[in-house]
Nanobody
């Protein structure tokens, strides 16, 4: 049974930073890990990915401000988010793929507001 649990969301002022964590059980992020987000009334969008070799991908809006990383020993995926803006208020989800099945966490809320 694969379970992913996100944490680290919360309230932050514009320009602030947050670090999200995603802890995995029954799997890990050594092959693939990713973060997506879903803002109110919008479709879920991919934010960042990391492959087994450490290659990273960032969406246009995340590039230069967000950093995805992992700690294989802790089975944990991270997303460091800097210079957040109000448009990035969303539920952030981590996900991974195991045996061609995608597993999602329950999400963590990020609110950016003054």
């Amino acid at each position: 049974q694969v379970q992913l649990v996100e944490s680290g969301g919360g309230f932050v002022q514009p320009g602030g930073s947050l670090r999200l964590s995603c802890s995995a059980s029954g799997s890990n992020f050594s092959i693939y890990g990713a973060w997506s987000r879903q803002a109110p009334g919008k479709q879920r969008e991919l934010v960042a990915t990391i492959t087994g070799g450490g290659t990273t991908y960032y969406s246009g809006s995340a590039k230069g401000r967000f950093t995805i990383s992992r700690d294989n020993a802790k089975n944990t995926l991270y997303l460091q988010m800097n210079r957040l803006n109000p448009e990035e208020k969303a539920v952030y989800y981590c996900h991974t793929i195991r045996r061609e099945v995608t597993y999602w966490g329950q999400g963590t809320q990020v609110t950016v507001s003054s």
